[in-house]
């Protein structure tokens, strides 16, 4: 199954933009790429999902190359709420919901 | 919000106990997901269904097993509750068509002693 890699943590500040890639160097033609957000004692947001090429939504960026290997979410101008840990995700089909080990972003004043 | 309920949000059970973790969803979503977490680490997959008596189970192996009676309900049961059981456990639905966005509940963190 077609895992996926991300760093383990970032650190940024307020009103910075935060780009964090996801590698899925063995990603299906039939997966899709989505991101999502958790903090400390909740379930997991959706954030943004793509397939290829770039998609955009109120909160997020979210940009594939060509080759659909690796992606990289962008969040435009941080702020400390932001603070959480993020999740990409490969998503195939049921049998193939498979969530990265998350990468801990931090937001410092 | 997504309109997903999980009970209880906490449980401190003793080994042996039988335990049934609660899961609802208000939305009419066919999909349902359970998922284990351990406190820093990722999410794993554990049980899903498509719809009414449809049940499978994911890509961690569980003890646990699950019951799809009503589309709005999604109870994972335990029959006897050991210490490596003790983990966080998220509950999940998405409606069937296509790679649709997942609604999470907020969880049960589940302390077995």
């Known amino acids: 199954l077609a895992k996926t890699t991300q760093p383990i943590s970032m650190d940024s500040y307020e009103g910075q933009e935060v780009n964090i890639t996801c590698s899925h160097n063995?990603?299906?033609?039939?997966?899709?790429i989505t991101w999502y957000q958790q903090f400390p004692s909740q379930g997991p947001r959706f954030i943004i999902q793509?397939?290829?090429t770039k998609v955009t939504n109120e909160v997020a960026s979210l940009f594939i190359p060509a080759d659909r290997k690796s992606s990289t979410l962008s969040l435009p101008r941080v702020s400390l709420s932001d603070t959480a840990v993020y999740y990409c995700?490969?998503?195939?089909?049921?049998?193939?919901?498979?969530f990265g080990a998350g990468t801990r972003l931090a937001v410092h004043p | 919000e997504a309109d997903i309920y999980q009970t209880p949000r906490y449980l401190v059970i003793g080994t042996g106990k039988k335990i049934t973790l609660e899961c609802s969803q208000t939305?009419?979503?066919?999909?349902m997901y359970w998922y284990q977490q351990d406190p820093g680490m990722e999410l794993h997959l554990i049980h899903y269904?498509?719809?009414?008596?449809?049940?499978e189970k994911g890509d961690l192996s569980s003890e646990s097993t699950v019951s799809r009676i009503r589309t709005e309900h999604f109870p994972l049961t335990l029959e006897s509750a050991r210490p490596s059981h003790t983990s966080q456990y998220l509950c999940?639905?998405?409606?069937?068509?296509?790679?649709?966005?997942?609604?999470f509940g907020p969880g049960t963190r589940l302390t077995v002693l």
């Open positions: 999940a639905s998405s409606v069937a068509s296509g790679h649709n966005e997942q609604f």
């Open positions: 063995n990603i299906a033609t039939n997966d899709y």
């Open positions: 793509g397939y290829k």
């Open positions: 995700l490969l998503s195939g089909g049921y049998n193939k919901l498979i």
């Open positions: 939305m009419g979503h066919d999909k």
């Open positions: 269904s498509y719809g009414v008596n449809s049940t």
